[in-house]
């Protein structure tokens, strides 16, 4: 089975700087399709970020566009989110998926099948 194990979680001051990593592990599959979701406790998970490389293209919500960037590094079997000027609100568990097939937008959660474990990013004012 595919494993998702993403770092680079802290705490960060506003305004602060981090970049997640989720590397992947176990059996191969299409990896066009990488995200990132967030989830605040009592809030719907979130898709955030998408990387779809089959159309060389990336997907971000209207809340972090221009500040967060997703990158894709195969060879690694490494899936990057940087996130610049973080604001508290972007305080949330994140998690790294991936879906065997093509991307569908904007990204629900039922669409990606393999899921790391999250790691926690809290952004104090």
């Known amino acids: 089975q595919v494993r998702l194990v993403e770092s680079g979680g802290d705490s960060v001051q506003a305004g602060g700087s981090l970049r997640l990593s989720c590397a992947a592990s176990?059996?191969?599959?299409?990896?066009?399709?990488m995200g990132w979701f967030r989830q605040a406790p009592g809030k719907e998970r979130e898709g955030v970020a998408v990387?779809?490389?089959?159309?060389?293209?990336?997907y971000y919500v209207d809340s972090v566009k221009g500040r967060f960037t997703i990158s894709q590094d195969n060879a690694e079997n490494t899936v990057y989110l940087q996130m610049d000027s973080l604001k508290p609100e972007d305080t949330a568990m994140y998690y790294c998926?991936?879906?065997?097939?093509?991307?569908?937008?904007?990204?629900?959660?039922?669409?990606?099948?393999?899921w790391g474990q999250g790691t926690q990013v809290t952004v104090s004012s």
């Open positions: 176990g059996h191969t599959w299409n990896r066009n399709c």
């Open positions: 998926a991936a879906a065997e097939g093509l991307c569908n937008l904007p990204p629900r959660p039922q669409q990606f099948r393999y």
């Open positions: 990387s779809d490389a089959a159309r060389a293209s990336t």
